[in-house]
């Protein structure tokens, strides 16, 4: 069941979010959480550092796993995943660092990679809540449009869109990773439940194709719709073509 909550602003997006993610960790102290990256989350991720500050939130027994990270880039590049999770939650919480997970885009073997972190996260439990954004391709995670829907996780060759798109954090498109490493549709919709955040008018048209036209690999946001528990929350201007 697909739930789609709109709110006025980057702002009231990024607090609704933060409040259903906090519930969780209030509901189940030991939750996994699937964590996501890229500019949309940085305002829940600030809103949750500013409840454990509160001494609203205990992270002590979270456990994370991240969607992706870029092929090639070590976790002390400033651009690397695993780099953005510290600067941007991990550093400001009491979260073990032991439970926080992030793929090793610096494997050898990508396949064995993709092996470990699905036998990880079913290791795990598997994931209580999972976050997402969503990219202009349709992408979640890294899953970029495609003939099928990719289920195990894997190395993917990055689109064009999305190079373009992430060459904002970069000092050229060309710096940009053409590959990364990303989470399956398995581990993702079987996440007990997924909480995808859009803002800007930039996502409008890729929300209303990915959740009211039908499901297909070419957008492969759509098989959110056959998940049972989905909320979607956007900004005025990315729910703007919705119904």
Known sequence: ????????NYE???AYAAEMIAAQILLKPCCVLGLATGSTPLGTYSKLIEKYQAGLLDFAKVRSVNLDEYCGLSPEH??????YMKENLFSHINIDPDNTHVPNGMAQDMKAEGERYDALIASLGGIDLQLLGIGNTGHIGFNE???NFPTATHRVRLAQKTIEA???FFASVDDVPKYAVTMGM?????ARKILLLANGVSKAEIIKKSFFDSVTPQVPASILQLH??????????AGSLLP
Do not use: F
């Open 12 to 14: 009231e997006m990024s």
């Open 228 to 237: 049972p528990d989905v909320t979607v929350v956007v900004d005025e201007e």
């Open 186 to 190: 398995t581990s993702i919709m079987s």
């Open 145 to 147: 449009p495609d003939s």
């Open 1 to 8: 069941m697909i739930k789609i909550i709109k709110k006025k």
């Open 78 to 83: 400033d651009q690397s995943y695993h780099y």
């Open 166 to 168: 992430n060459s904002r």
